[in-house]
């Protein structure tokens, strides 16, 4: 089998699984009762997405192998900090772009 057509198995079977895993409360509807703690979790796994998305994006350098390697003159940390107290201020996001982007290119500035 060509590398072409495991790409196009994969493909088939990564769309089972989404049909499987979305379509199941669909189908059940209300037959299937789900527990109220797992409900609660499920509502936070967007955010935990997102932390495991962006932390390593703001926290590390591009060249970074292992969380030993965070220095505090790397400037996404600082254009981050600024842009997460800048949101929790104003809840607006082009005020926390503008200023994360303001403190990241200031930290690039005074750290290069």
């Known amino acids: 089998m060509s590398i072409d057509m495991h790409i196009v198995w994969l493909i088939v079977g990564m769309t089972c699984v989404t049909i499987l895993a979305r379509g199941f409360f669909l189908v059940f509807g209300e037959r ?5 703690w797992i409900l609660e979790a499920i509502r936070f796994a967007p955010l935990a997405a997102m932390v495991a998305i962006l932390a390593p994006e703001l926290f590390l350098p591009n060249s970074a192998s292992s969380i030993a390697q965070f220095d505090l ?3 996404n940390i600082w254009g981050g900090i600024a842009a997460i107290i800048t949101f929790y201020m104003t809840k607006k996001m082009i005020p926390t772009l503008i200023v994360g982007m303001i403190v990241y290119t200031a930290a690039k500035a ?3």
């Open 110 to 112: 005074l750290f290069a």
């Open 73 to 75: 003159r790397f400037p």
């Open 32 to 36: 299937f009762k789900v527990a109220d």
